[in-house]
T-cell receptor
Framework: NAGVTQTPKFQVLKTGQSMTLQCAQDMNHNSMYWYRQDPGMGLRLIYYSASEGTTDKGEVPNGYNVSRLNKREFSLRLESAAPSQTSVYFC??????????FGPGTRLTVT | GENVEQHPSTLSVQEGDSAVIKCTYSDSASNYFPWYKQELGKRPQLIIDIRSNVGEKKDQRIAVTLNKTAKHFSLHITETQPEDSAVYFCAAKRDNYGQNFVFGPGTRLSVLP
């Protein structure tokens, strides 16, 4: 039981490049989330998916798109990366009792 | 929408002392309040949570108290140890209403040996 996994762990992009961050969970959870974490700002919600086939915007969705590929997988895409998107990205899933389980994170640098 | 404030932003205590971190929330309908611990370079991990139908919950050296009237909840760590050094985040959510958790900005706790 791996919990929540994310790939890649590290990534460096040039401004304007695109990439997709992958997330998968094996806990059969319905809800999945993407957050970004910047120094001194806690965790901010980018997008979430309440169930397979649905996605909704969070607090900071601009510049991102998501796909809930199936119940296990929820990907985050940056179409044209900007330096302001330099951050640590966490995927999470939510259990029946409400608790969130986080993946190990992706450290993204945009130059 | 919900807004969560957290104080202090940094906290240093001597090993063996107690540490208290306080969060306030704005949405009186919020009823689920988790606390997460994040060690350097690691993912946030749930350490304790409380729902609005109880005022206090304990788990060994960790406790959380909730004051619904004042809309604040606090994390209490007793007999602190160096391995308690980390960033702690509080969050608030309304159960069965949307999916959004709102997190506080975090408290960096340092336990000095």
């Amino acid at each position: 039981n791996a919990g929540v996994t994310q790939t890649p762990k590290f990534q460096v992009l040039k401004t304007g490049q695109s990439m997709t961050l992958q997330c998968a969970q094996d806990m059969n959870h319905n809800s999945m989330y993407w957050y970004r974490q910047d120094p001194g700002m806690g965790l901010r919600l980018i997008y979430y998916s309440a169930s397979e086939g649905t996605t909704d915007k969070g607090e900071v969705p601009n510049g991102y798109n998501v796909s809930r590929l199936n119940k296990r997988e929820f990907s985050l895409r940056l179409e044209s990366a900007a330096p302001s998107q330099t951050s640590v990205y966490f995927c999470a899933s939510r259990g029946r009792s409400g608790e969130q389980y986080f993946g190990p994170g992706t450290r993204l640098t945009v130059t | 929408g919900e807004n969560v404030e957290q104080h202090p932003s940094t906290l240093s205590v001597q090993e063996g002392d107690s540490a208290v971190i306080k969060c306030t929330y704005s949405d009186s309908a919020s009823n689920y309040f988790p606390w997460y611990k994040q060690e350097l370079g690691k993912r946030p991990q749930l350490i304790i949570d409380i729902r609005s139908n109880v005022g206090e919950k304990k788990d060994q050296r960790i406790a959380v108290t909730l004051n619904k009237t004042a809309k604040h909840f606090s994390l209490h760590i007793t007999e602190t140890q160096p391995e308690d050094s980390a960033v702690y985040f509080c969050a608030a959510k309304r159960d069965n209403y949307g999916q959004n958790f709102v997190f506080g900005p975090g408290t960096r706790l340092s336990v000095l040996p």
